[in-house]
């Protein structure tokens, strides 16, 4: 940014003078902290990288999209992009050294886990929305409860025998889940062996089937002539 000046001394003959301009130069350094790229004149990186820029040049950033993911520029110039978008912005005469900022940020989509009961273990610790970042696979785990098996379904699938839990994954998010745990009480056969009436919840003698952990009530009628006791399983 300075002249310059000498002397053509004792000019006893013709002589040329050639004055030379080199401009000068400041250094662009971009850091990028995601998954994308980013391009300007001599860049191109994933990372942290620079180049020089002559003086008072506007060098123009452009990062990449990334499905999932949103971007911001900062420092020497600003810009957003969306969702899957990409952004652009102009770094304004560079008359000395700028540093520019990408920032890739993982967008989230909601996983819900709706369930019927028991509880749900591991990452989710009970049923609820939450919000997963693009493209991972949670893992949707359930207790063991004694009597009841139990059914994942919905955004992943499995299947736990009576008395087991279950666990699924939900692969690579890229749009809301919803998982839905049920778990089903298992059954034991209760049978009524009875020459008389029964009565009550249980209309006469035979086999039904009683869910796990019930108290069943027999009643045996009364019977003309006849005095009764019940016995076996109560």
Do not use: D, E, H, R
Request: aromatic share 6%.
């Amino acid at each position: 940014g300075l002249g310059a000046s000498c002397t053509v001394s004792n000019m006893t003959s013709a002589k040329t003078v050639t004055v030379t301009y080199t401009v000068s130069q400041n250094t662009l350094t971009v850091t990028n902290t995601g998954p994308g790229t980013v391009t300007s004149t001599g860049i191109n990186c994933g990372a942290t990288c620079t180049t020089p820029v002559n003086y008072g040049n506007s060098p123009v950033i452009t990062t990449s999209a990334v499905a999932g993911y949103s971007v911001t520029i900062s420092g020497g110039c600003t810009a957003s992009g969306g969702v899957g978008l990409g952004a652009s912005c102009t770094v304004s005469n560079m008359t000395s050294a700028k540093t520019v900022t990408v920032t890739y940020s993982a967008s989230t989509n909601n996983l819900t886990i709706a369930s019927n009961g028991g509880t749900i273990s591991g990452t989710y610790s009970a049923p609820g929305t939450y919000a997963v970042s693009y493209g991972n696979s949670p893992v949707v785990t359930t207790s063991a409860v004694a009597g009841y098996s139990v059914a994942i379904s919905g955004g992943c699938s499995a299947a736990g025998g009576i008395g087991v839990g279950a666990s699924c994954t939900v692969f690579n998010m890229t749009t809301a889940q919803t998982v839905t745990v049920t778990y089903s009480s298992s059954t034991n056969n209760l049978t009524i062996v009875s020459p008389g009436p029964i009565s009550g919840t249980y209309s006469g003698p035979g086999t039904y089937a009683v869910n796990y952990g019930a108290s069943p009530t027999v009643t045996a009628g009364a019977w003309a002539g006849y005095s009764v006791a019940i016995s076996g399983g109560c």
